[in-house]
Each structure stands twice: as C-alpha cells, then as structure tokens.
T-cell receptor
C-alpha cells in the first residue's frame, strides 16, 4: 500500500542534542512538508519542498533543518537551537502543484519528540 | 491572504446525538475545501473534500459537509455520533495566488460522552 512512513513514533532526547526525524513516502509525490503540532495551536509549517534538492522555510523554521536528496525522503533535524522542541511532528506529501492539484495533503502517522 | 476559522475549539456531545462543527473561510478566488480527522497520537486523514459541483459533500464514517459560498462556510455534520468519533477535526482551504500551501484551521476537539 502507498503511504507515508514516519519514524520513530516516539523519541526522547536530552536537552542540547540534535535529533533527526525520518519521513519516507512511496506515493510518487513531488512535494513534501513538515508541520509541528502543539496543543491548541493547530498545525504550523516548518519546511516544505516541491522538488529534489530544493526546499523553503515555512512559518517556524528557526532551529530546524531539512534535506531533500531523494524524491521519497524528507528528513527533519531538530537542532539544539530550537528552544522548545517537545512537540508532535507531522510529515505530509502532495502531488506537484499544477494541473489537478487541489491542496489535499497526505499525512504520516506523526513522531512525538520529548526533550528531557 | 486566506484564512480559516473554526468557531469552536471544543464540542462536547452525547453519543447518538447530532453534531455540527463550524468552519468559515476567507479566500479571494475559487476554493477547494477539506475536512480532516486526527485520532489521538495519529496523523491526519481526509474525511471529505469539496472541489466543485454539488454543495453537499459526503465523506467517510457518516460525515457530510455543506459548502455555502454566500456565507463562506463549510460546516461538518453527522446525524448521530459514536464514541469512536472522539477526535480532533481540522478544516482546510486549498491554496490560491502564488502559494501552493493549504491553510488549516486551529482544529475542533469533538468529545463524545456515553
């Protein structure tokens, strides 16, 4: 079945450590996204990528980094510069904007990061 | 710029009662509208979408929504809820202008009591 796989599901880290969250998709989608979710704040966009080797900052990119070396993969690194990293992180994908693209996103199951 | 307002942050309801989750949007161009559901500690999954045509849209799990262009609303309804409908519900509007990023509302927590 096609879908988006995020790993790990749960992650605990000590303050000051960088962590990388994995996101892999086999939907043949060109665009991929990372969102952060905190209680009562909805979804906030961190980074997004429309094609391989290109990505743009979203609304809350500070303290995060991404790479897009393959179409299927869009890992997110939460760096030690992120002041409040404890959150639920969601990866999503979509067809490339253009003919037929409506804005519908396909989401992974999420990764919950807790920084101790 | 687009915006989505979900008018209720939390909606408590008893099992088998009807429910309506409200969503208003603003957009200067033709819109695509979506409702997603998120169960605890899971990702979002699509409930239903309006792209064009009939203003009454049916989705999964017995949910439906009505697109009202004059009131710029896209309210979600279910005639009889179950305990298993307890979840967070997000309304979203498709992109417009130069951006291809959809806009999400802040979510409504539906709590179904026995």
């Amino acid at each position: 079945d096609g879908g988006i796989t995020q790993s790990p599901k749960y992650l605990f880290r000590k303050e000051g450590q960088n962590v990388t969250l994995s996101c892999e998709q086999n939907l043949n989608h060109d665009a991929m996204y990372w969102y952060r979710q905190d209680p009562g704040q909805g979804l906030r966009l961190i980074y997004y990528s429309q094609i391989v080797n290109d990505f743009q900052k979203g609304d809350i990119a500070e303290g995060y980094s991404v790479s897009r070396e393959k179409k299927e993969s869009f890992p997110l690194t939460v760096t030690s510069a992120q002041k409040n990293p404890t959150a639920f992180y969601l990866c999503a994908s979509s067809p490339r904007p253009g003919t037929g693209y409506t804005g519908e996103l396909f989401f992974g199951e999420g990764s919950r990061l807790t920084v101790l | 710029a687009q915006s989505v307002t979900q008018l209720d942050s939390q909606v408590p309801v008893f099992e088998e009662a009807p429910v309506e989750l409200r969503c208003n949007y603003s957009s200067s161009v033709s819109v695509y509208l979506f409702w997603y559901v998120q169960y605890p500690n899971q990702g979002l999954q699509l409930l239903l979408k309006y792209l064009s045509g009939s203003t009454l849209v049916k989705g999964i799990n017995g949910f439906e929504a009505e697109f009202n262009k004059s009131q710029t609303s896209f309210h979600l309804r279910k005639p009889s809820v179950h305990i298993s409908d307890t979840a967070e519900y997000f309304c979203a509007v498709g992109p417009s202008g130069g951006s291809y990023i959809p806009t999400f509302g802040r979510g409504t927590s539906l709590i179904v009591h026995p």
